[in-house]
């Protein structure tokens, strides 16, 4: 049996009213005025003696039931659970501080250069860049060229003040 749309549509607006008309008809009966009153029942129980006997049923007073907050003890019943024994502990190792240190020197000795007074000009080179340089010249504000020995050059890293050597090649 096929249903075809306007009889779907008459069967679902028939359902509609009816909920609509148990709504209207279950709200006018409970009137809440605000108060709550015990509920209290009586029933018919029968004795040993096979008389019935009235009894009178209250609701149970709820206050007196609850838990405090302290009784109750929290169960994460989802916690991942192993029959692995625990990790061993270990004891944290005491490690020293790190003493910061200087980068490399960025620059190459490309040669020098001795003039006749006796002041020796040296070329050093960082990438493309060639800097001419004497004894206490500073070098992009971060090295400075404190000494010329035969087979080095002694550079300072300013932030740091750490001496840094440039080895010279042999010729």
Same mark, same amino acid.
């Given at each position: 049996?096929?249903?075809?749309?306007?009889?779907?549509?008459?069967?679902?607006?028939?359902?509609?009213?009816?909920?609509?008309?148990?709504?209207?008809?279950?709200?006018?009966?409970?009137?809440?005025?605000?108060?709550?009153?015990?509920?209290?029942?009586?029933?018919?129980?029968?004795?040993?003696?096979?008389?019935?006997?009235?009894?009178?049923? /209250?609701? %149970?007073?709820?206050?007196? *039931?609850?838990?405090?907050?302290?009784?109750?003890? =929290? @169960?994460? +019943?989802?916690? $991942?659970? /192993?029959? %692995?024994?625990?990790?061993? *502990?270990?004891?944290?190792?005491?490690?020293?501080? =790190? @003493?910061? +240190?200087?980068? $490399?020197?960025?620059?190459?000795?490309?040669?020098?250069?001795?003039?006749?007074?006796?002041?020796?000009?040296?070329?050093?080179?960082?990438?493309?860049?060639?800097?001419?340089?004497?004894?206490?010249?500073?070098?992009?504000?971060?090295?400075?060229?404190?000494?010329?020995?035969?087979?080095?050059?002694?550079?300072?890293?300013?932030?740091?003040?750490?001496?840094?050597?440039?080895?010279?090649?042999?010729?």
């Amino acid at each position: 049996m096929t249903i075809t749309k306007q009889q779907r549509g008459i069967v679902l607006g028939i359902l509609l009213m009816a909920t609509l008309a148990v709504t209207a008809v279950s709200s006018n009966e409970a009137v809440d005025d605000g108060v709550v009153r015990p509920v209290v029942k009586t029933a018919d129980v029968v004795g040993n003696d096979s008389k019935p006997v009235k009894v009178t049923l /209250s609701r %149970l007073d709820l206050g007196r *039931v609850s838990r405090d907050a302290e009784e109750v003890a =929290v @169960v994460d +019943v989802f916690a $991942p659970k /192993s029959w %692995l024994p625990p990790p061993p *502990v270990v004891a944290p190792v005491a490690t020293q501080p =790190v @003493v910061p +240190v200087a980068p $490399p020197v960025p620059f190459r000795y490309v040669g020098q250069l001795e003039a006749s007074e006796g002041k020796v000009t040296i070329y050093l080179a960082r990438g493309e860049t060639v800097y001419t340089v004497r004894v206490g010249d500073v070098l992009d504000e971060q090295y400075r060229l404190d000494a010329m020995d035969s087979g080095q050059i002694t550079l300072t890293y300013l932030p740091m003040n750490q001496q840094q050597m440039l080895a010279i090649p042999p010729r």
